[in-house]
């Protein structure tokens, strides 16, 4: 059976910083392309982040810069590091991870930037 599941969302002041994580169970993560989202209320998921199982990664505009995801392949885990967070990030974040033939998605970790 497939889990992902995220961590390390919270309330975080603007200017701060969170690391979420996104733990894969019965899948391997690194073969397969991983992407984060998110979906602030009355608006839709948005992709934030994504690394390919080349390490290629590609960002929202609102993030580059801010944003960085990589993996760690012995933990089968990968990583959203998000650095001068402003309030207009806040929003549940979701992993989701394709395969050839399918794709999952975790619970989701919210995520509240305000003062």
């Known amino acids: 059976q497939v889990q992902l599941v995220e961590s390390g969302g919270g309330l975080v002041q603007?200017?701060?910083s969170l690391r979420l994580s996104c733990a894969g169970s019965g899948i391997v993560l690194s073969i397969?392309?991983?992407g984060w989202y998110?979906?602030?209320p009355g608006k839709q998921r948005e992709l934030v982040a994504a690394i390919t199982r080349g390490d290629s990664t590609n960002?929202?505009?609102?993030v580059k810069g801010r944003f960085t995801i990589s993996r760690?392949?012995?933990k089968n885990?990968?990583?959203l590091q998000m650095n001068s967070l402003?309030?207009?990030?806040?929003?549940?974040?979701y992993c989701k991870?394709?395969?050839f033939t399918s794709y999952y998605w975790g619970q989701g970790t919210q995520v509240t930037v305000s003062s």
Do not use: I, L
Not at 86 to 93: L, R
């Open 77 to 79: 885990t990968v990583y």
């Open 97 to 99: 991870t394709v395969t």
């Open 32 to 34: 397969n392309t991983v």
């Open 38 to 40: 998110r979906q602030a």
């Open 59 to 62: 960002y929202a505009d609102s």
């Open 86 to 93: 402003k309030p207009e990030d806040t929003a549940v974040y």
């Open 14 to 16: 603007p200017g701060g």
């Open 72 to 74: 760690d392949n012995a």
